[in-house]
């Protein structure tokens, strides 16, 4: 029940393509999703996160669509540029209880943006 | 501003080794996380530490590995003796509550031959 379950594993996109990374997950006590962003010989690094009273958050060319009742989140990059190509993770948290700040992610999806 | 400091950034051993690893987290940071990733399991979390204190470590893989956290800039990793499933990337993360965000280092790049 703790699982954030993500696909694709990896994905080829055009420059100026819309990837679309799509997660799903089983804990309603998840509150808070972010997307982490991680680039070859560094760690992940936060992108942007969505709490589940809202649909919908945008940050620049990147958006999370959230489902509360379908319990799946997903992150769409616009305009997609080759500088986007790193590895894309999901993950979810709760609040409160032996899971206080613990952060259960995604399995990743490699991104590639060609020219 | 200082991020996360991870050392080494590469650790080459022989099976059987101590090896630790060593992280400062980012100033003023009460929440300290170390991970560890591969390309089986991804990221999984091993522990974590609140104001120098071990909250959860249900994620240790075996009595092999501890982690000790002396002051609010200094933690450890350690795996004794070490084994070649034990070869991954291992990061550790800092943050200012629960409910900021976790900053990651890059991470120590473990080999065990």
């Known amino acids: 029940q703790q699982q954030v379950k993500q696909s694709p594993q990896s994905l080829i996109v055009q420059k100026g393509g819309i990837p679309i990374i799509n997660c799903a997950y089983e804990n309603t006590a998840f509150d808070y999703f972010p997307w982490y962003q991680q680039f070859p010989g560094k760690g992940p690094a936060l992108l942007i996160a969505?709490?589940?009273?809202?649909s919908e958050k945008k940050e620049g060319r990147f958006t999370i669509s959230f489902n509360k009742s379908a319990k799946q989140f997903s992150l769409h990059i616009m305009d997609s540029q080759p500088g986007d190509s790193a590895t894309y993770f999901c993950a979810a948290k709760t609040w409160g209880g032996t899971s206080y700040g613990k952060l259960t992610f995604g399995q990743g999806t490699i991104l590639t943006v060609h020219p | 501003d200082a991020g996360v400091i991870q050392s080494p950034r590469h650790e080459v051993t022989e099976m059987g080794q101590e090896v630790t690893l060593r992280c400062k987290p980012i100033?003023?940071?009460?929440?300290l996380f170390w991970y560890r990733q591969t390309m089986m399991r991804g990221l999984e979390l091993l522990i974590y530490?609140?104001?120098?204190?071990?909250?959860?470590d249900s994620g240790m893989p075996e009595d092999r590995f501890s982690a000790k956290m002396p002051n609010a800039s200094f933690s450890t990793l350690k795996i004794q003796p070490s084994e070649p499933r034990d070869s991954a990337v291992y990061f550790c993360?800092?943050?200012?509550?629960?409910?900021?965000?976790?900053?990651f280092g890059d991470g120590t790049r473990l080999s065990i031959l």
């Open positions: 100033s003023g940071h009460d929440y």
């Open positions: 969505i709490r589940p009273d809202v």
């Open positions: 530490f609140n104001n120098n204190v071990p909250i959860d």
């Open positions: 993360a800092s943050s200012f509550g629960p409910s900021r965000p976790q900053h």
